[in-house]
């Protein structure tokens, strides 16, 4: 079945430095992919997404390309805020069979940034 | 336009008693999923439906949970009996297609059994 593995958290950083998320995945066919974020005390929002390989997603600084040949789907921002301590999760929909249309998610990466 | 609403936000019930979770989706959106995330693992897929109809109940941990969506507007997941492993936060989302179609979410239930 479909899989989703994402880097483990929590991730400490200080404002303004370089973020990476590692996020790789299985499955069949041609998955969409898509990183959400839940900020506290609210529920998730999707960041950004590709549809295709080689496609890259971006929103708010973020960024993260789908890369078939190494089935990974990083997301990185160049400067990080205070503002974005969050849990990340990235997240595949399946595409045909019992998997389409679902969601199958990492087990998050909580991010911390601090002044 | 209105968001995906859920009812109510925070849940404690004890062992064996009923609890009954809302969604309201966006209006207009056929597509409706519920998900379960337990103890800060990985959000995992409950059930879809389609208007009304039930299109993949493969996540459905067991009978003890029954979900419904009459006239294919708002949602109900109840839990009859609740166990202590049924904790966690209960999304629900939706999207006006399936497939690739984005899915937005709402805020969550946090069930908490005791």
């Known amino acids: 079945g479909n899989s989703v593995t994402q880097m483990e958290g929590p991730v400490t950083l200080s404002e303004e430095a370089f973020l990476t998320i590692n996020c790789t995945y299985t499955?069949?066919?041609?998955?969409?992919l898509f990183w959400y974020v839940q900020y506290p005390g609210e529920g998730l929002q999707l960041l950004l997404k590709a549809t295709k390989a080689d496609d890259k997603g971006s929103n708010k600084g973020f960024e993260a390309t789908y890369r078939k040949e190494t089935t990974s789907f990083h997301l990185e921002k160049g400067s990080v805020q205070v503002s974005d301590s969050a849990v990340y999760f990235c997240a595949l929909s399946g595409t045909g069979g019992t998997s389409y249309g679902k969601l199958t998610f990492g087990q998050g990466t909580i991010l911390t940034v601090h002044p | 336009e209105a968001g995906v609403t859920q009812f109510p936000s925070h849940s404690v019930i004890e062992k064996g008693q009923t609890v009954t979770l809302r969604c309201d989706p966006i209006?207009?959106?056929?597509?409706l999923y519920w998900y379960r995330r337990v103890m800060g693992k990985e959000i995992k897929f409950l059930l879809h439906?389609?208007?009304?109809?039930?299109?993949?109940e493969s996540g459905m941990p067991n009978n003890r949970f029954l979900a419904e969506r009459t006239g294919g507007t708002y949602s109900t997941l109840k839990v009859q009996p609740a166990e202590l492993e049924d904790s966690g936060v209960y999304f629900c989302?939706?999207?006006?297609?399936?497939?690739?179609?984005?899915?937005?979410f709402g805020p969550g239930t946090r069930l908490l059994v005791l």
């Open positions: 209006s207009g959106h056929d597509n």
């Open positions: 439906f389609v208007k009304e109809s039930k299109q993949d």
């Open positions: 499955a069949t066919g041609y998955p969409s």
């Open positions: 989302a939706s999207s006006p297609r399936q497939g690739r179609e984005t899915q937005y």
